[in-house]
């Protein structure tokens, strides 16, 4: 009675071509999944607060976007009740270790640095979706999720 | 004179269903994705007696064993992850074959298909998961948890807890420190 459900997606990123490589990695992987982009904080915050959107599984989230930014959204995110089970995956061109620490004590779960190559970038899409699975799918402990890759 | 007959099959379908679940008194709600919602715990050769009428009408109830299967995979591995006895990976597949009476190979495949993990990567995870509350709990050194997850040294406990989750048990154990003082911090403040 119940299929495998479709995993859905939303990216939030200002730069177009990233937009682009992260819908075609998506493309190809095994999972059955639809990705969504929004191009800002603002636009972000608006989308998710709109009653009519279904809530994402995953989110990715830039650091650094113009007008409002990922570390902006990421403590506003965390204090809206029905976003509780959205998974946050920073997603930032930056390695700084407070960049780091600031965004999983901010209530992030994944911390992804943006690789330079498609095929790595779809290879570690696919660990974070096998992974986020399961929270969804075997009660694990949402507190004590945090995954730095 | 001959007719031309249109069939609306969808409709033709949700009748039939409809008229077999009115005929059994049964409570239920038929939704647009072929499914079927019954609103009561329907005790199972009850379900085989629905099952065979719809059968009859060229209609099936697919249950999806594979999901159940799998339900009771991850239940055993709970089990073998919770007791503190000996757990070796090398043989968990003879454990879950014996007890779930299918060839590791069918159990492997249909696992993997549904959760989109291996029962070897699911094992190593709740195995993290397990570390990872202990450490939050704080009362453990890592020495105690390594063993008591049958980790052969805290060395081996770091490695595949950094390997799953890209943190040593020393800086995930900061983080969630932190955090939880945050908590305790943002609380009083209010």
């Given at each position: 009675m119940i299929k495998n459900e479709i995993i859905r997606i939303l990216l939030a990123d200002d730069d177009k071509d990233d937009r682009t490589d992260f819908i075609e990695a998506f493309e190809t992987l095994k999972i059955a999944t639809t990705v969504e982009t929004v191009k800002n904080g603002i636009e972000l915050m608006k989308y998710l607060n709109e009653p009519s959107t279904i809530i994402p599984h995953l989110l990715f989230l830039d650091?650094?976007?113009?007008?409002?930014?990922g570390l902006e959204c990421l403590v506003e995110i965390k204090k809206i009740k029905k976003l509780k089970n959205l998974t946050v995956v920073i997603y930032s061109t930056s390695s700084s270790e407070k960049d780091i620490d600031d965004t999983f004590l901010n209530g992030a779960n994944v911390y992804l640095k943006k690789p330079a190559h498609l095929i790595v970038l779809k290879k570690t899409l696919l660990h974070i979706l096998t992974i986020d699975w399961q929270y969804h799918t075997s009660g694990l402990n949402r507190e004590n999720y945090l995954l730095h890759l | 004179m001959i007719y031309y007959l249109k069939y609306d099959v969808q409709a033709i379908c949700k009748r039939l269903v409809q008229e077999q679940l009115q005929n059994l008194g049964i409570n239920y709600s038929l939704l647009n994705t072929n499914e079927l919602d019954i609103n009561q715990a329907l005790p199972n050769d009850f379900l085989h007696a629905l099952n065979s009428n719809l059968v009859k009408l060229g209609i099936e109830i697919v249950s999806s064993q594979k999901s159940i299967l799998v339900q009771k995979i991850k239940d055993a591995i709970m089990e073998l992850v919770n007791q503190e006895d000996k757990l070796i990976l090398s043989k968990t597949s003879h454990y879950l074959a014996k007890i779930l009476n299918h060839s590791y190979r069918y159990l492997s495949g249909t696992f993997s298909e549904i959760t989109y993990t291996t029962i070897e990567n699911y094992i190593i995870l709740q195995k993290i998961e397990k570390a990872k509350d202990m450490i939050a709990a704080g009362e453990l050194t890592f020495t105690e948890i390594a063993w008591k997850l049958n980790y052969s040294s805290v060395a081996h406990l770091s490695m595949q807890f950094k390997n799953t989750t890209g943190f040593t048990p020393t800086l995930f154990k900061k983080i969630i420190t932190q955090k939880k003082n945050n908590l305790i911090l943002d609380t009083v403040n209010k």
């Open positions: 650091l650094n976007m113009p007008k409002k930014s | -």
